[in-house]
T-cell receptor
Framework: SQQGEEDPQALSIQEGENATMNCSYK?????LQWYRQNSGRGLVHLIL?????REKHSGRLRVTLDTSKKSSSLLITASRAADTASYFC??????????????FGKGITLSVRP | NAGVTQTPKFQVLKTGQSMTLQCAQD?????MSWYRQDPGMGLRLIHY???????DQGEVPNGYNVSRSTTEDFPLRLLSAAPSQTSVYFC??????????FGSGTRLTVV
């Protein structure tokens, strides 16, 4: 069964606004990762946050992790039309090797209107 | 540095046929995985490998075989294709503690 559950399933915002996407998971993790997928393309790794980290930044991306609530959020600030894509959270199980087995959620579809 | 290369990009099979999806990476990554992506299902792990000679099953391994004879290559074999295996297949690789690099995918249709 899939580990991560993203919320919302779909998000539509205006260019320039911030987009917040949430992910919940069920088991203990080594790390949590976020990926982007443009239509018809492969996935692109965005950011990885380890279980002992609470917040991480990369450019316009901010990721938080709350292991007590088994949840994470991805914030994209000042969104652009080019951010339109599907976003997936993925978890690396704590007990099967640091990064060897990655389990994905079903994804969030983000639409950024120009 | 090509990253992760998947071949073919598109394939149509008849029910019962077998085939091998190829995956190669040139980044010396120890971890490699195969996923299938179906509408509304996200990505589901088929098989994964933590190094040459070591493979293990993921969430949906039935009907698929893998082997990892070298660090670079991780082929996925469909033993007897079924319409339920119509999907987009992604290969990905990583090294410990880092994100995965994905191939561009193979779109497979089984008729």
């Amino acid at each position: 069964s899939q580990q991560g559950e993203e919320d919302p399933q779909a998000l539509s915002i205006q260019e320039g606004e911030n987009a917040t996407m949430n992910c919940s998971y069920k088991t203990s993790i080594n790390n949590l990762q976020w990926y982007r997928q443009n239509s018809g393309r492969g996935l692109v790794h965005l950011i990885l946050i380890r279980s002992n980290e609470r917040e991480k930044h990369s450019g316009r991306l901010r990721v938080t992790l709350d292991t007590s609530k088994k949840s994470s959020s991805l914030l994209i600030t000042a969104s652009r039309a080019a951010d339109t894509a599907s976003y997936f959270c993925a978890t690396a199980d704590l007990y099967t090797g640091a990064n060897s087995k990655l389990t994905f959620g079903k994804g969030i579809t983000l639409s950024v209107r120009p | 540095n090509a990253g992760v290369t998947q071949t073919p990009k598109f394939q149509v099979l008849k029910t019962g046929q077998s085939m091998t999806l190829q995956c190669a990476q040139d980044m010396n990554h120890e971890y490699m995985s195969w996923y299938r992506q179906d509408p509304g299902m996200g990505l589901r792990l088929i098989h994964y490998s933590v190094g040459a000679g070591i493979t293990d099953q993921g969430e949906v391994p039935n009907g698929y075989n893998v082997s990892r004879s070298t660090t670079e290559d991780f082929p996925l074999r469909l033993l007897s294709a079924a319409p339920s295996q119509t999907s987009v297949y992604f290969c990905a690789s990583s090294r410990q503690g880092h994100g995965y690099t994905f191939g561009s995918g193979t779109r497979l249709t089984v008729v």
